[in-house]
């Protein structure tokens, strides 16, 4: 079974600094998605980027990129230029290639101070 | 487009009680899923649908738990009998059908079933 997981439960940045969040998985799959969701105060859960895992070019999507490393199986956010609004939790997803079903990390509590 | 609808965002029930849950997919996605999130957890799966049919239950518990997608109307997840380990956020998601949007799903905002 794959398995998703998020090794920092809290983390801060000052405003307009950078913070990266850590994701591991574990698969034996070849063909998968990896998702970063943020759930602010609201608890609504945001798409904010998603990863194909056959490119090798990493996603970026304004100020938030990933750090893709397939062999490693490893998925970190990286958020530049942080903004209060980016306070939120945090959760890295798996999904299969020929699956339907989001596997979730436990989340990281991300902090940002003004 | 509008999104994800889920309804009603909050939902007190008694012990006992039913509790219905409905979701609304965007506009052109058939596929609904349906995920449960406890108290300082992630998401987790529970229930896949399309139109009329149950495609995946796997994580649904057995008992008391049950959801449907008819031909016409939201999606419902309904619990029977609610018990307090119930009171959780249940998330309804939608995708549309393969082949779109690149498996992405999105999902709504979420009910949170608070049990007394």
């Known amino acids: 079974a794959q398995t998703v997981t998020q090794s920092q439960p809290e983390m801060s940045v000052q405003e307009a600094e950078t913070v990266t969040l850590s994701c591991t998985y574990d698969?034996?799959?070849?063909?998968?998605?990896l998702f970063w969701y943020k759930q602010p105060p609201s608890r609504q859960m945001i798409l904010v980027i998603r990863q194909e895992a056959y490119k090798q070019q990493n996603a970026t999507e304004n100020r938030f990129s990933v750090n893709f490393q397939k062999a490693a199986k490893s998925f970190s956010l990286k958020i530049s230029d942080s903004q209060l609004g980016d306070a939120a939790m945090y959760f890295c997803?798996?999904?299969?290639?020929?699956?339907?079903?989001?596997?979730f990390g436990k989340g990281t509590l991300l902090t940002v101070n003004p | 487009n509008a999104g994800v609808m889920q309804n009603p965002r909050h939902l007190v029930r008694r012990r006992g009680q039913e509790a219905r849950l409905r979701c609304s997919p965007m506009k052109g996605h058939s596929h609904v899923y349906w995920y449960r999130q406890l108290p300082e957890e992630g998401l987790k799966f529970m229930v896949y649908l399309q139109k009329e049919n149950i495609i995946d239950e796997s994580g649904m518990p057995k008992e008391r738990f049950s959801a449907e997608f008819p031909k016409e109307g939201p999606s419902i997840l309904r619990i029977q009998q609610v018990v307090r380990g119930d009171s959780a956020a249940y998330f309804c998601a939608s995708s549309p059908p393969r082949g779109g949007s690149g498996n992405t799903i999105y999902f709504g905002e979420g009910s949170w079933l608070t049990v007394v």
């Open positions: 698969t034996s799959e070849s063909d998968y998605y």
């Open positions: 997803a798996y999904r299969g290639g020929s699956n339907y079903k989001l596997t």
